[in-house]
Nanobody, 124 residues
Framework: QVQLVESGGGLVQAGGSLRLSCAASGRTLSSFSMGWFRQAPGKEREFVSAISRIGGSRNYVDSVKGRFTISRDNAKNTLYLEMNSLKPEDAAVYYC?????????????????WGQGTQVTVSS
């Protein structure tokens, strides 16, 4: 079992930046590949970014490439998502997720543990 707690969300103007964190407890983060997903009102949860267990492989949904950066600090048991040049369409609840596998996935059903989410609001 691993518990995931997201933080760092908030209200930001379009063009601004936020850094999301996901703190893990119960098991070491290095046991998992990790992902960030988001869900806007009335929409399905969608993949944003993912990183392999030791951080060598990262991928992003096309809409955030060049603006978002995923990283992990296994020594601190924490996952990050640096979000720059935010757009109103980035507004959503952001969730971190852990997958008990070496490589990450873009599919929600491949992840074993989820956090409660953190709200990101982007004003235009």
């Amino acid at each position: 079992q691993v518990q995931l707690v997201e933080s760092g969300g908030g209200l930001v103007q379009a063009g601004g930046s936020l850094r999301l964190s996901c703190a893990a407890s119960g098991r070491t983060l290095s046991s998992f590949s990790m992902g960030w997903f988001r869900q806007a009102p009335g929409k399905e949860r969608e993949f944003v970014s993912a990183i392999s267990r030791i951080g060598g492989s990262r991928n992003y949904v096309d809409s955030v490439k060049g603006r978002f950066t995923i990283s992990r600090d296994n020594a601190k048991n924490t996952l990050y998502l640096e979000m720059n040049s935010l757009k109103p369409e980035d507004a959503a609840v952001y969730y971190c997720a852990a997958r008990n596998a070496l490589f990450s996935s873009t599919q929600t059903h491949d992840y074993d543990y989820w956090g409660q989410g953190t709200q990101v609001t982007v004003s235009s």
